[in-house]
């Protein structure tokens, strides 16, 4: 458990957040959660000198990153137009704006913590596995996001194990979720809720 030492106390913040204190608290204590896990992940950062920011790996993640991205996009749209009203939103820029930290800071834990401490708790394919298991558990009991979330991770995990530059994975991040956003009705997706507020939802 010892490779585990950042990602447990991770997963244990993001659980008690998601299922005790979220339906309990005010959504100012939101702000707080993230300020912990990122600080976990920065220690690590700083303790293993791995900041997933590698220039060689740049171009290569980017056009991983794209390959999984463009067709995910179309194929995010196409369904969810077919599924449904197309919700209306007023300000793509502004989302995206919020989007791209939001998703960078994701990506940051994901790969410099869940998925090395996951591959040095089983091995290079396994981590990977374990990974995106973890990352999709986290958006339980959503039924359209832990799955959607899961196949992601794994294609995301893959390009960083290869080419270990999350900023590309932020952007496939941050454009997959924009396309979900405005392309399928808030029932379906249970407005990206997760843990009790989804079923507070329902």
């Given at each position: 458990m010892a490779?585990?030492r ?11 957040y ?5 339906p ?8 707080l959660?993230?300020f ?6 920065i220690?690590?950062a ?9 220039r060689?790996a740049l ?9 999984f991205?463009l067709?995910?996009v ?5 369904v ?5 009203a197309v919700?209306?939103r007023a300000?793509?820029w502004?989302?995206?704006a919020?989007l ?10 994901l ?6 401490e ?18 999709g558990a986290?958006?339980l009991?959503?039924p359209f996001?832990?799955?959607v979330?899961?196949v ?8 960083y194990d290869?080419?270990?530059n ?5 952007l ?6 924009l ?10 997706t249970?407005r990206?809720?997760?843990g009790?507020s989804y079923?507070?939802?329902?």
């Amino acid at each position: 458990m010892a490779e585990l030492r950042f990602t447990l106390p991770i997963v244990a913040i993001i659980f008690l957040y998601t299922w005790v204190l979220a339906p309990r608290t005010p959504r100012s204590v939101s702000p707080l959660v993230t300020f912990l896990v990122l600080a976990l992940s920065i220690w690590r950062a700083v303790r293993t000198g791995e900041w997933g920011l590698r220039r060689s790996a740049l171009w290569p993640a980017l056009r991983g990153a794209a390959a999984f991205t463009l067709p995910t996009v179309l194929v995010l749209c196409v369904v969810g137009s077919t599924l449904g009203a197309v919700p209306r939103r007023a300000n793509p820029w502004g989302d995206l704006a919020f989007l791209l930290p939001w998703a960078a800071g994701q990506q940051f834990a994901l790969q410099t913590v869940l998925l090395r401490e996951a591959q040095a708790a089983t091995s290079r394919r396994q981590g990977i596995l374990l990974a995106a298991a973890v990352f999709g558990a986290l958006h339980l009991p959503n039924p359209f996001l832990a799955p959607v979330t899961l196949v992601a991770a794994l294609a995301w995990c893959w390009i960083y194990d290869r080419h270990p530059n999350l900023l590309p994975l932020a952007l496939s991040h941050a454009f997959c979720t924009l396309a979900i956003l405005y392309c399928f009705d808030p029932k379906i997706t249970g407005r990206l809720r997760v843990g009790y507020s989804y079923l507070q939802l329902q």
